[in-house]
């Protein structure tokens, strides 16, 4: 079983090293190897899975570094039912089920069934949280499962999570109250349980929905670097 492996990336050197490393390391059996500098994330996603050709489609960020035998540790769980495999670092419960309304990390390292995300459109092109809508779309079609996984994400997650807050925002409209609303009920729980991480993240996110939107265009122009293995 082969798989086409896309990474997008502001920095194309940046991403062809990472992307190379993440397979090397992560045992990937890869079918075309693709990276990409296209924007917003949102489209590149989409313009991903209309170029993949593989049964499933592997997506990582340029700024995940995976653990050695990755691919077999996801792969386990492929299943007739089962529309997305998505390794979760920092994540520490057993493995389960995405549920509706719940947020996907489905940018970071995650297998995807190609045919169910062939039909993924959103109904606008966002900013952030794109990963969000990916996981609301999967779940339509089958089991998105949440697996933990060991290694590095080295992005800043002050930025991470006032960035995710922005997306919740963008994507719900009026209803990110709601979702600000249950970020806010699960911080006394952090609290309780001493997850500093949970507490400082939840926090930001509210932050992020009460932050002032964007006023910026953005294009869509796209390079890609594409090599065969």
């Known amino acids: 079983m082969k798989c086409d492996v896309f990474v997008s990336t502001r920095n194309l050197d940046v991403g062809l090293r990472s992307a190379r490393r993440n397979v090397d390391v992560g045992g990937v059996p890869v079918n075309t190897l693709n990276v990409s500098t296209c924007s917003l994330l949102s489209y590149c996603r989409y313009q991903t899975f209309q170029k993949s050709t593989t049964e499933w489609t592997i997506i990582f960020d340029d700024d995940v570094e995976v653990e050695k035998g990755w691919f077999d540790q996801l792969s386990r769980y492929i299943a007739p039912d089962v529309i997305a495999v998505e390794g979760l670092i920092g994540?520490?419960?057993?493995?389960?089920?995405?549920?509706?309304?719940?947020?996907?990390?489905?940018?970071w390292n995650t297998l995807f069934r190609t045919d169910v995300y062939k039909k993924w459109k959103p109904d606008k092109w966002v900013r952030a949280?794109?990963?969000?809508?990916?996981?609301?779309?999967?779940?339509?079609?089958?089991?998105?499962?949440?697996?933990?996984?060991?290694?590095?994400?080295?992005?800043?997650?002050e930025r991470s999570a006032f960035r995710g807050?922005?997306?919740?925002?963008?994507?719900?409209?009026?209803?990110?109250?709601?979702?600000?609303?249950?970020?806010?009920?699960?911080?006394?729980?952090?609290s309780f349980k001493k997850n500093r991480y949970g507490i400082t993240q939840n926090t930001l996110a509210i932050k992020g929905i009460m932050s002032r939107p964007p006023n910026r265009k953005v294009a869509r122009k796209s390079s890609a670097a594409n090599s065969k293995t």
């Open 165 to 190: 807050g922005m997306g919740y925002r963008e994507v719900l409209g009026v209803k990110s109250v709601i979702m600000m609303g249950k970020l806010a009920a699960m911080i006394p729980i952090y």
């Open 91 to 107: 994540y520490t419960g057993p493995a389960r089920l995405l549920k509706k309304g719940e947020r996907s990390y489905g940018g």
């Open 129 to 157: 949280l794109d990963d969000y809508l990916l996981g609301q779309h999967g779940i339509k079609y089958g089991k998105w499962v949440r697996v933990p996984v060991k290694g590095k994400h080295t992005m800043n997650l």
